[in-house]
Each structure stands twice: as C-alpha cells, then as structure tokens.
C-alpha cells in the first residue's frame, strides 16, 4: 500500500470502529505482533482501548530495518498519562522470528 499510515494497529482500530459504530472501544483489547509505534499507541489511546498484547518491541523493529521513532509505548502512556494496559513479551521469540521471515521475502521494503 502507498497508505504510510496503514498499520495494523489502525486498520484494526478502523474495522472495529465500523463494527460497533463507535469510537469509544473501551471494552476492546488488541493483540499485535510488535509494540505499537507512537501513532498507533495514540490511537489506541483515544479509542479507549483497554490492553494491548504484544510481542517484538520497537527496538526489534529497527533492527529489522524499519524507520522506527525508538519512543518505547510504555513511555508514552506515561508521559501522557493513559490507561492503556500494556502487556509485553507475548511469544516475543515467534514475534521476532516473522521479521526474519519479512527480512527474507523478495518485496520487503524497508523504510
């Protein structure tokens, strides 16, 4: 896609906004392959979102080669004061091993 704001994080938080017909998804909890990155961790606050489940970090996610903003989700959620439940580490070592296999594929492009 040519959308640089496609995240699965966002268009997770886009369908499920359309399925309930709401904005406020604070019963909602969302399960990602790696720490959200500080425009999806925005949004998952103002949807309200209750917990966020995640594998691979932001770091893992430079090292795989993209263009991250090393601001760690916890460490926005505290500067911004948000309720959001963060859980780490969920199958982190299966998390990271899907960037190996992006690494790997003919079309994977780095920014």
Same mark, same amino acid.
């Given at each position: #896609? @040519?959308? *640089? @704001?496609?995240?699965?994080? *966002?268009? !997770? $938080?886009?369908?499920?906004?359309? %399925?309930?017909?709401? *904005?406020? $998804?604070?019963?909602?909890?969302?399960? #990602? #392959?790696?720490?959200?990155?500080? +425009?999806? +961790? !925005? !949004?998952?606050?103002?949807?309200?979102?209750?917990?966020?489940?995640?594998?691979? @970090? *932001?770091?893992?996610? /430079? /090292?795989?080669?993209?263009?991250?903003?090393?601001?760690?989700? &916890? %460490? $926005?959620? &505290?500067?911004?004061?948000?309720?959001? @439940?963060?859980?780490?580490?969920?199958?982190?070592? %299966?998390?990271?091993?899907?960037? =190996?296999?992006? =690494? =790997?594929?003919?079309? !994977? &492009?780095?920014?």
């Amino acid at each position: #896609t @040519t959308d *640089i @704001t496609a995240h699965a994080e *966002i268009n !997770a $938080l886009r369908a499920a906004c359309l %399925e309930m017909g709401d *904005i406020v $998804l604070n019963r909602c909890v969302v399960a #990602t #392959t790696c720490e959200p990155c500080p +425009m999806c +961790m !925005a !949004a998952l606050h103002w949807a309200r979102v209750e917990v966020v489940y995640y594998g691979a @970090t *932001i770091e893992d996610a /430079q /090292q795989a080669g993209f263009n991250e903003l090393r601001l760690p989700a &916890r %460490e $926005l959620l &505290r500067l911004g004061g948000s309720p959001v @439940t963060l859980v780490p580490d969920v199958l982190a070592n %299966e998390c990271r091993a899907l960037f =190996q296999l992006w =690494q =790997q594929h003919p079309l !994977a &492009r780095r920014y």
